[in-house]
């Protein structure tokens, strides 16, 4: 038998005999090829020298898994000067030398790592009669060649965490075809700077914002434009947003209970209604203090657990082992109003705004000249660039847009005011 329609062979290859264990097949197959070739002169050869056996796992055929237990020999190179003497005759189309699974088993594990990964990919391949393991899996994938680079017009660059703390690595990202293109051994500006140097076609790098790929992009790109990217900016603006509102969480909250006066149960004390010791309201993040430390003591009494608590209002532990330690609440011993920077120049900024200038840098230079602050540079005092004073405001913007209803309250602040006008 030459080969089967069940298990195709390569030419040169014949099935000798077929037998069955449980669900495997032991396929035995005898190479019948004359001559072969020595694979360093490649001259043919003829002579043959022994004969020795290999075992290779092949593709299942009909839920049976297939082993082949192929025939080969070994043969004389006779060309004077070469110096393999004794040679094996190959299969490279078939069986690759020294490989334990056939080009066909390879591929299909291959295909089938890199739809799915390591652990998901085992247990496919074992539905599939394709036994392997994650490792394996990885390891075929991995060893996969990469594709050229080719030409980058617009590259993305960012680090990676080999391990998160300790190590880290750069990816290399190619944004017109979307696809990781080189990975490098650090996040240090050297190696990017060199990687960048050799690709003058680059006309965009976009990094993130910190200044050692600023750097790499500078000197190993010059011609090229830079920007944030995607992540960073979205990342810059929630924490802008979330800086500009948690000053005012105590005001919105307060705003729909305005709308709908709602009396407090008697006996139950309100943060609202709080003070300090010395007669004062609760400032913002003291009304949002004691409203944790309410359900701190809620959560408490229902039998959580004090790291279960601690995970579910965002406080540490020892706070909650200390709240529930003193027994009662402890007011903080500070009462302050929080004011934003931005507070002493809101006549300005809104008159210019209105005047028709809304470009922030510009508004900050002239800010800077007309009416210097007391401790300069930073008129928003956001960040060094004035880039997030601009992200503060006009986010701040965008989210009161969404929200326009339960800001009306708190428009005596200038910072929300003035982000609901921009
Ligand atoms: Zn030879």
Not at 100 to 107: A, E, K, P, S
Request: hydrophobic share 35%; proline share 6%; net charge positive.
């Amino acid at each position: 038998m030459s080969s089967s329609p069940f298990l195709p062979l390569p030419p040169g290859l014949e099935i000798v005999s077929v037998e069955t264990v449980d669900d495997l097949l032991k396929v035995q197959v005898a190479s019948t090829k004359e001559r072969a070739f020595c694979p360093l002169c490649h001259c043919p050869s003829e002579r043959r020298h022994s004969h020795y056996t290999r075992v290779v796992a092949d593709r299942p055929c009909a839920d049976f898994r297939v082993q082949l237990i192929l025939h080969v020999r070994k043969f004389f190179c006779e060309t004077v000067d070469c110096s393999r003497k004794i040679f094996t005759e190959r299969l490279p189309a078939f069986v690759e030398p020294w490989a334990r699974v056939t080009v066909r088993l390879r591929q299909a594990l291959e295909a089938v790592g890199i739809a799915t990964c390591g652990e998901v990919g085992t247990r496919l391949a074992q539905r599939l009669a394709l036994p392997t393991s994650p490792t394996t899996l990885l390891r075929r994938i991995m060893a996969l060649p990469t594709d050229a680079v080719g030409s980058v017009k617009q590259l993305g660059i960012d680090d990676f965490a080999l391990r998160r703390g300790r190590n880290y690595g750069t990816v290399l990202v190619d944004l017109v075809r979307h696809r990781v293109i080189d990975l490098l051994p650090d996040r240090k500006a050297e190696p990017a700077k060199v990687w960048m140097q050799a690709h003058p076609e680059i006309d965009l790098v976009s990094r993130d914002r910190g200044g050692d790929y600023a750097s790499a992009a500078s000197q190993g790109a010059p011609q090229a434009a830079q920007s944030a990217d995607r992540f960073h900016l979205v990342k810059n603006l929630t924490e802008a947003v979330q800086k500009a509102l948690v000053h005012c969480r105590a005001e919105l909250q307060r705003e729909p209970k305005r709308a709908e006066p709602v009396d407090p149960p008697a006996g139950e004390e309100s943060a609202l209604s709080s003070v300090t010791s010395d007669g004062q309201a609760y400032s913002a993040h003291q009304a949002e203090r004691y409203e944790r430390y309410q359900q701190v003591m809620a959560l408490h009494e229902q039998g959580m657990k004090t790291k279960e608590i601690a995970k579910r209002v965002g406080l540490g532990v020892r706070t909650i082992q200390r709240w529930l330690t003193q027994g009662e609440y402890v007011e903080t011993n500070y009462h302050h109003q929080h004011r934003s920077r931005f507070d002493a120049y809101e006549a300005y900024v809104m008159r210019r705004w209105d005047e028709g200038c809304h470009n922030m840098q510009l508004m900050r230079d002239k800010l800077r000249k007309v009416n210097p602050p007391a401790k300069p540079p930073r008129p928003f005092g956001v960040a060094p660039d004035g880039y997030n004073a601009a992200l503060d405001l006009s986010h701040t913007a965008l989210r009161a847009e969404s929200e326009g209803e339960r800001y009306t309250g708190v428009l005596h602040r200038p910072t929300l005011a003035f982000a609901l006008r921009v």
